[in-house]
C-alpha cells in the first residue's frame, strides 16, 4: 500500500544566498524524499523562505532596497540553487504571505480563548548606537552554562544549552559591536508550560534518536522550560500584533515561521484545489506520515514550540524529526570571519551537485554529529568511489559490447550467482535509506564496487576476445546487469549521474525494476558518465 508523506526542512532566512549549511539540510532530506519515490510512494517535499525578522529588516537598509524587492529576488534565487542541486520542491514560496497571516491571526484567536496569553514587563538588550532592540541572535558573549566564548543570546553551540539572553555573561551587540544597555519593554508572551505533558506524550510515540530524546526532555525540566515572549519592538518587519492585544508591536518571526509548515501547505492544496488533502494530512487521527529535517541548533523550536502551536490547532504531530548538525569546513565552522563561507553559487561555479550530494551523503547517518567537509577527503572520495570504482564497472565493459555484439546484451548471464550477490543486498539498503544511514548505504556501496571491480579482474574479459565470444558476451552482460542494480541503489543520492546510466541503459530505473535482469536488451552508445574532479585554488585547502 502506498504511503503519503509530508516532509519538510527548516526555512532559510531571505537575507543572503543559500549555503553549504542550508543545501546540506535539503540534500539529506531530497535523498530521502527520492528514495520514498523510488519505492513508489505520494512524497509532498516543502520548504519556504523565512521572511520576517530583524536579520532581513537590517539587509534591506544595508543593500538599501525595498525589503519585499529583496525577499522576491531572494526566493527566487534560492529555488533556482536548489533546482541546480535537483532539489525541487512541491511547495516553495516564503512566510510574508496572506496564508500564513491567516494561519497566525487564527491561532492567536484560539490562544485568546484558551487564556493562553498574557503580557509581562520585562528587560531586554537594547543598542543604543543603532537604536534598537537586539534579537537573541545579534548578541554575542560567554554561555552561562558552560562559558564558552562567542555564544548566542538564545542558546550555545558548544554545550547546546539554551538560556535567557538576560543570562548570557559579557553581551556585545553584533550590529555595532558596543555593549548593550538594558531597556524595559512591555511584551506579550504564549504560556506553554501548560503543555509540557502533551509534549512528552508525543516524544514518548515516536522514533527520535536516543540523544535528541533526551536533550528534548531535557529542555521540558522545570530550570529550562519558560514561556515564550512571541512579540517585538519596532524597528522590525513582520506582522503587526492587533493593538487589541498590544500596541506597537510585532509577531516574533519564528511564532509565524513554524506556522509556515502549516499555512504554505495550505496553499499548495489550495492552488491544486485540494483542500482535503490538507486535512488529511493535519488531522488528529490521520494516517499519514510527517517528518521536519531540521539542523540541532532549532531543536528547542522544532521539539517544544512546534508542538504547542500543533496542541492549540488541535492539528497532529510530526511523525518523527530528524536533526543533523553543525556544518564545519576543514574542522572550523563555517563562518565568513573565518573566510571558510561556501555559497552554493561559488560552489557551481568549480563543481558539480552530484559530488556534493555524495561527499554529504557519505557523511550522514541518524546520529546528530557535526559534518566536516574536508576538500582533500573530497577530491579523494569522489575520484576513487565515483570514478575509479562506480563508473569503471561500466566504461571497462562497454568496449567490448559496441565493438563485438552492437550493443545488444546477450540472452542469458554468466554467473547468476555472483549477480544475486548484489541484489540480494537489497533489503538491507532499504533498511538503511528509511533510517537515514546514508553513510552506512555507501559504505555497503562501496564493498560492491571493491567485490566486482576484482571479479572483472580475476577474470580477465579481455583474454575471452580471441577465444570465446560467446563467454564474453555472457560475461560483459553480468557485469553490466551487476552496475545496473548498483545504480539503482544510488539513484536518490546522484540524479545526475543516474539519468546519464538510464540513457546508456535504455530505461527508466526503479526500485520495483530491481529483480528484472536484462537480457538480449539493446543499449546505447556509451559516453562518459563521469570524470574525474580537479581542486581549484579558490578554495584554501590549508585552512
Known sequence: MKKNILVTCAFPYSNGPIHLGHILEHIQADIWVKYQRLLGNNVYFMSSDDSHGTAVLLKSKELNINIKNMIYENFISHKN??????????????????????????????????????????????????????????????????????????????????????????PKSII??????LRNSKNLFLNITRFKNNILDWLKNIKLNECILNQLINFLSTDNLFDWNISRDKPYFGFRIPSNIINEKYFYVWFDALLGYISLFYKFCIKNNNKILFYNFWNLNSNYEIYNFIGKDVLYFHGILWPCILEIFNYRKPTNIIVHGHILVNNIKMSKSYGNFITICKWLNYFDSDSLRYYFASLLSSNVCDINFCFRNFINKINSDLVNKFVNIASRNSTFLENKFNNILSNKLWDYKFYYLFLNKKNKINDLYLNFNYSKILLEINILF??????????????????????????????????????????????????KVEIYLNEVLSW????????????????????????????????
Open 81 to 170: 540553487q536548489f533546482f541546480k542541486f535537483n532539489i525541487i520542491h512541491d511547495i516553495y514560496y516564503n512566510t510574508n504571505s496572506k496564508y500564513n497571516k491567516l494561519f497566525l491571526i487564527n491561532l492567536i484567536k484560539k490562544c485568546n480563548k484558551n487564556n493562553l496569553l498574557y503580557i509581562k514587563n520585562i528587560l531586554q538588550y537594547y543598542d543604543i548606537k543603532k537604536k534598537i532592540f537586539l534579537p537573541d541572535r545579534y548578541l554575542i558573549g560567554i554561555c552561562p552554562k558552560c562559558k564558552s566564548n562567542n555564544q548566542y543570546g538564545d542558546n550555545c553551540n558548544i554545550c547546546g544549552g539554551f538560556y535567557n539572553s538576560l543570562n548570557l555573561l559579557k
Open 450 to 499: 571493491d567485490i566486482v571491480n576484482k571479479y572483472i579482474n580475476d577474470n580477465k574479459p579481455w583474454y575471452f576476445f580471441n577465444n570465446n565470444f560467446n563467454k564474453l558476451h555472457m560475461f560483459c552482460t553480468t557485469i553490466i546487469n551487476i552496475f545496473r542494480v548498483i545504480s539503482i541503489y544510488l539513484y536518490p543520492i546522484i540524479p545526475n549521474i543516474i539519468k
Open 176 to 181: 555595532s559591536n558596543s555593549i548593550p544597555i
Open 512 to 543: 520495483d525494476s530491481l529483480n528484472n535482469i536484462l537480457l538480449n536488451h539493446k543499449l546505447s552508445k556509451y559516453n562518459v558518465l563521469y570524470s574525474k574532479i580537479f581542486y581549484n585554488n579558490v578554495f584554501d585547502l590549508n585552512k
